[in-house]
C-alpha cells in the first residue's frame, strides 16, 4: 500500500454552530417524485452518498435533488465492506465512484461513506487517494419516521450527521430528521460547507 495521507473519519463534525446534517445514501431502491419537491421547497439542505449504478441508472432523479441544493458524494460501486480488502480492491471501487459521479453530475465527490460504515487505515488512504477530504459515519439513523438514537440522550447535538435511505418511507424519514434538528434547537445545514 502507497505511503499516503488519510482522509479524515467522522461521526460528528466539530463546529459550534447550531446545526445539524442530513445524509441519505444508495439510490437504488425508491425514489419518490414528492421527496425533490420537498426539498426544493422547504430547501432542505441534502448530501446524497450514492452507489455509481444507482447514480447512473437514474441519473435525472438524483440530478433534479442536486438542482434542489442537494450534494453528491460517493458511496461506492459495488455497496461492499471495504475493511479488510486490499488498497487495490478499495481504491478501484472508491475511485471507480468517483470517476463516474465526477461524470454524471459535474462535480467530483470530496467526502465518502463507506457501505454499512465499515472501514479501515486502508479505506481512508483510499479515500484520500480518490480526493476525498473526509469519510463519515452517522451519529443518528432515520428509518420509516423513526429517529434512532446512537446514545441514550436523545437529542441531536450541534454537528450530527443523520443517516437515511431512499427508500420508500423517505419522506417520513425527512419530516423526522427535520423534527429532531429543530426540537434540538439546531437547523438543517449542508456538509459539505462545514468540511474543506
Known amino acids: ?21 442530513i445524509t441519505i445514501d444508495d439510490g437504488a431502491l425508491s425514489r419518490k417524485p414528492e421527496v425533490i419537491e420537498f426539498i426544493r421547497q422547504a430547501k432542505i ?11 447512473t441508472k437514474y441519473t435525472p432523479y438524483f440530478k433534479a435533488i442536486q438542482e434542489a441544493g442537494g450534494m ?16 487495490e480492491f478499495q481504491k478501484k ?18 467526502l465518502f461513506r463507506p457501505p454499512f460504515g ?4 486502508t479505506t481512508l488512504k483510499a ?25 441514550s440522550k436523545k437529542v441531536v ?7 437515511m435511505h431512499f427508500r420508500p418511507a423517505l419522506m417520513d424519514d425527512l419530516l423526522g430528521a427535520l423534527n429532531a ?3 434540538s434547537g439546531l437547523t438543517p445545514a449542508l456538509l459539505e460547507d462545514y468540511i474543506g
Open 181 to 183: 434538528i429543530y426540537k
Open 45 to 55: 439542505p441534502v448530501t446524497m452518498f450514492l452507489n455509481s449504478p444507482a447514480a
Open 157 to 163: 447535538q450541534p454537528g450530527d450527521v443523520l443517516l
Open 118 to 121: 465499515n472501514k479501515d487505515a
Open 1 to 21: 500500500m502507497p505511503e499516503s495521507a488519510s482522509a479524515m473519519w467522522l461521526s460528528r463534525v466539530p463546529t459550534t454552530n447550531k446545526v445539524a446534517f
Open 72 to 87: 453528491v458524494e460517493n458511496h461506492t460501486i459495488t455497496h461492499t465492506s471495504l475493511k479488510g480488502k486490499s488498497y
Open 93 to 110: 471501487e472508491i475511485c471507480g465512484s468517483a470517476d463516474k459521479l465526477a461524470k454524471l453530475f459535474g462535480r467530483r465527490p470530496t
Open 127 to 151: 479515500a484520500h487517494d480518490c480526493g476525498a477530504q473526509a469519510a463519515f459515519f452517522w451519529t443518528q439513523t432515520v428509518d420509516k419516521g423513526i429517529v434512532r438514537y446512537q446514545t
